[in-house]
């Protein structure tokens, strides 16, 4: 009996014996399996993401705005050539997001003369219902249970009544900002969350990062501890000097931030999008004024500028099942709908084909947001009117956007100088005969003293916004300036100093704001022309567009009705 069961002993011994040394060999080879994946480089293919995304490396490429033309310029002149894709414009960003030598050339860029989404989109709002009727006709936000794709933290269920918010990270020049804000009150509305808002940023600006990258560059770049520099920045260069300005103050005075209620009026957005400013981009400010934590914290971290298409309806996950063009992955609006954190953070929203609407109820509220982008500061709309009266008055003049002062519209540069001039003298041909000799800008701003032509209306008057430092000069140029005798740019009828921008202040930090806001005048005066001929690619252009058929309409509307009125006021006499 003793024999038999000191043998049962030993055979457990053995038995244990072996599968412990079968577990091990098998940690073992899964963990040589997880090496090889780790030395795995990433792929730029189609993706799904978890709650926690990877970042990745953040480029060294730092894009700056010249304050004297308000343009996005890139100091390394490694910026990405964006392509149309779906009507997206985006070559006002000017991040750099692959490597040089995989960059198509220029001579590659699409020329497309079809309207762009963003301008598409302007077009259908003309025929939206009223904003009152169209939200009654939306459907509600019924949270509908989450795709088991997006992960989830254990967390706490919130109460019913805890408000819920929105935010994200905005990035680039100041009218892809623009975009990227109306895709997120678009998206606050649909999530019934309450959008916090960034503030607009003007200067020296950061291009597209990964988001973690993007965080720290904001927040290196915050003002706090530096309120005392916004007193140097008037200062001349030799007055900085001799008063010890640090090169800190010269960093900090070279952008700003502001809020969105100072440049535009929101109001009727706020009646149906709930949102609050959010000045700073640390997590503390986000716990102390809102009392979000980051475990509180749904984030959607992204790795490429185009990463995740929003889809408003429950379409297939599989991000192969779709043509999401230069979009790398996918998120639904219902499954954001049922996320149960109190705050959902999103990167990058920039993109006219960001969010693919599936009703036409839909893209007319998405297009009744964009409407509401029309800037409405007093002190710049005065200064606006004052140089429109200058060269004439509104509809009394044609108008051009030549922008190729940076990046890739400096590298295709003639490209974009050939289509405007193609898209210009279709519309206006220059005389036969040859080069006109041009008018001076004084001669051209007194109706007496134009050229022949242009008093007879053979040749238009002509107002050119652009980012060209002296396009009188710029050889670019040229073929212009010899064909039409008058053309005024905005140096010729404004001056800073004495513009009621001078005294425009930003509340936030004590900077002046009337150097941030020239480009802004400046594509202001050509919405105000008879006619408006945009450059291709620029975001900027496409807006200025959309502002010249939005007065235009209205314009013709008031003159109209005040000639009606004279026509009652006759009759009465």
């Known amino acids: 009996m003793s024999t038999l069961s000191s043998r049962r002993i030993l055979l457990a011994a053995i038995t244990l014996t072996v599968l412990v040394l079968t577990v091990l060999l098998l940690r073992w080879g899964d963990s040589d399996h997880v090496a090889e994946l780790e030395e795995l480089p990433p792929q730029p293919q189609h993706s799904t993401h978890s709650q926690q995304h990877p970042v990745g490396t953040e480029h060294s490429t730092d894009d700056a705005w010249d304050v004297g033309t308000g343009r996005v ?17 985006d070559m006002d960003d000017v991040s750099t997001e692959e490597p040089q ?18 301008e598409k989109e302007e077009e259908e709002e003309e025929k939206a219902p009223d904003s009152s009727s169209l939200i009654k006709t939306l459907p509600k936000d019924d949270a509908v249970e989450a795709d088991s794709s997006l992960e989830e933290k254990e967390k706490p269920v919130p109460l019913i009544d805890e408000p819920k918010y929105l935010t994200f990270l905005p990035h680039s020049g100041f009218h892809n900002q ?44 915050s003002k706090v501890g530096y309120e005392n520099c916004a007193k140097f920045a008037s200062l ?8 010890n300005m640090s090169n ?31 000045d700073y981009f640390t997590n503390e400010y986000l716990q102390d004024q809102f009392n979000i934590s980051t475990s509180e914290t749904w984030y959607f971290k992204d790795e490429w500028r185009y990463d995740a298409m929003i889809f408003d309806s429950n379409v297939d996950l599989d991000p192969q099942k779709h043509d999401l063009g230069r979009y790398h992955s996918l998120l639904r609006i219902p499954d954001l709908q049922a996320r149960p954190e109190k705050l959902i953070y999103l990167g990058s929203l920039f993109g006219t084909s960001r969010i693919v609407t599936s009703t036409k109820e839909h893209r007319f509220l998405h297009a009744w947001v964009n409407s509401q982008f029309i800037f409405s500061n007093p002190v710049l709309l005065q200064t606006l009117d004052n140089v429109v009266a200058a060269i004439g008055g509104p509809l009394t003049y044609a108008s051009l956007h030549a922008r190729v002062g940076d990046g890739v519209f400096a590298r295709g540069a003639n490209k974009v100088m050939d289509q405007l001039w193609s898209d210009f003298s279709g519309k206006f041909p220059p005389l036969p005969g040859g080069a006109i000799d041009p008018a001076t800008p ?65 509340p936030i930090d004590g900077l002046k704001l009337g150097k941030f806001m020239i480009p802004l005048l400046d594509g202001l005066v050509a919405s105000r022309a ?19 058929k939005d007065f235009t309409k209205k314009w013709t509307a008031e003159q109209k009705n005040k000639g009606k009125d004279m026509e009652s006021s006759g009759e009465r006499g």
């Not at 310029?73 to 414009?89: A, F, M, P, R």
Request: proline content about 7%.
């Open 73 to 89: 310029k890139d100091s390394n002149d490694e910026q990405i050539l964006g392509t149309h894709v779906g009507g997206d414009v």
């Open 101 to 118: 030598e995989n960059l198509p050339v220029v001579k590659d860029l699409p020329v497309d003369s079809s309207p762009p989404s963003e």
């Open 178 to 221: 623009r975009i990227a804000v109306q895709n997120a009150f678009y998206l606050a509305f649909f999530l019934n969350r309450t959008l916090l808002l960034p503030p607009a940023m003007l200067g020296n600006v950061s291009g597209w990062r990964p988001f973690n990258n993007l965080v720290d560059w904001y927040l290196s770049h």
């Open 236 to 243: 001349t260069a030799d007055m900085q000097k001799a008063n």
């Open 248 to 278: 800190v103050c010269n960093i900090t005075n070279s952008y700003t931030y502001v809020r969105w209620e100072l440049l535009f009026d929101l109001e009727a957005l706020k009646a149906k999008v709930s949102y609050l400013p959010r």
């Open 442 to 506: 004084t001669e051209c701003l007194d109706p007496p003293t134009r050229p022949e032509a242009v008093r007879n209306g053979s040749l238009p008057l002509i107002f050119m916004a652009t980012d060209e430092r002296n396009p009188r000069r710029a050889k670019l140029f040229a073929k212009f300036f010899a064909a039409y005798p008058c053309i005024i740019t905005l140096n010729d009828v404004f001056d800073h100093a004495t513009s009621p921008l001078a005294e425009l202040s930003n």
């Open 530 to 548: 008879r006619d408006f001929t945009a450059s291709i690619w620029s975001t900027f252009s496409v807006y200025i567009r959309f502002i010249h």
